[in-house]
């Protein structure tokens, strides 16, 4: 039985990592979105063939579109992977409403409105892949957070709302959806070295290296937070800590993050 996964900002990234850990499963048939074509193709290719959908997904006609060719192409969807997102630092004296309302449309509404286009079919190939067996849960949805939806530091603040946004969500979607077969997952990643992130300044220093990790292990977190049925992960694990310290000892998380640092990323993964 083929399985059908759509992973959004797949042309670089912890997305084009997820494209290639997606490949490995059995029948697997991948659904690519992101802006570059000519990335996605190249990629579709190199991996045996996949869909190519190129949309801008904070288009207001993105989520039909993509819809419309997942329909036509696979009519099923068995797992919907919510990666595609940007962070642009700045603080907010400075950058204002105008910097945190790119970062809502991008990594929060763009997936809860795509979300909203595919629930149906997710839903409906629930149904079909659980008809006549036990209940069981096969059908997910994994949003690919951070770590700073859980921990916020100076200059970020527009960035955390978005992903903050994002895991309050996926926690009340989680319950709602699960009566359906359908699973909600959340991963959670710390710093990872990518092309609109190279942590270049991270790296760079022995004491700070470890901090870093890679799109491969953030991979392997979505299947695990997928297919796998966990409820969230975070990549690094240890990172998991941070936010623990965010609930028990608020006043010393932001005593060791108020210096914020780290230069201006860009969008990455479109």
Do not use: C
């Not at 850990?21 to 659904?31: M, N, Q, S």
């Not at 039909?64 to 068995?78: C, D, K, S, T």
């Not at 979505?222 to 936010?243: H, M, N, Q, S």
């Amino acid at each position: 039985m083929a399985f059908v996964a759509l992973i959004t900002g797949a042309s670089s990234g912890i997305g084009e990592a997820a494209a290639r850990r997606l490949a490995r499963e059995p029948d697997a048939r991948l659904v690519l979105v992101a802006r570059r074509h000519e990335r996605l193709q190249a990629l579709a290719d190199e991996l045996g063939g996949a869909t190519v959908i190129a949309v801008d997904l904070t288009d207001a006609d993105a989520p039909a579109r993509v819809l419309a060719i997942v329909e036509r192409e696979h009519g099923a969807l068995h797992l919907l992977v919510n990666n595609a997102g940007a962070a642009w630092r700045g603080r907010f004296a400075d950058s204002g409403w105008a910097n945190l309302e790119r970062h809502m449309r991008l990594n929060f509404e763009a997936p809860v409105r795509l979300t909203e286009a595919l629930l149906p079919l997710l839903r409906k190939t629930a149904s079909a892949t659980n008809a006549g067996a036990s209940p069981r849960i096969s059908i997910s949805i994994v949003n690919v957070a951070s770590t700073a939806a859980r921990v916020s530091r100076p200059n970020s603040g527009a960035y955390s709302a978005s992903k903050f946004a994002l895991a309050g969500w996926s926690d009340a979607l989680y319950g709602e959806e699960r009566p359906h077969g359908v699973h909600v997952g959340l991963v959670l990643p710390g710093f990872v070295k990518t092309e609109g992130f190279p942590a270049a300044e991270l790296i760079a220093r022995a004491r700070t290296r470890w901090l870093v990790s890679s799109p491969e292990l953030v991979a392997q977190a979505i299947v695990d937070a997928g297919p796998g049925g966990k409820a969230e992960r975070y990549v690094p694990r240890y990172y998991a800590l941070a936010a623990g310290l965010r609930i028990l000892a608020p006043a010393l998380v932001r005593r060791a993050t108020r210096g914020g640092g780290l230069s201006t990323a860009t969008r990455p993964g479109s």
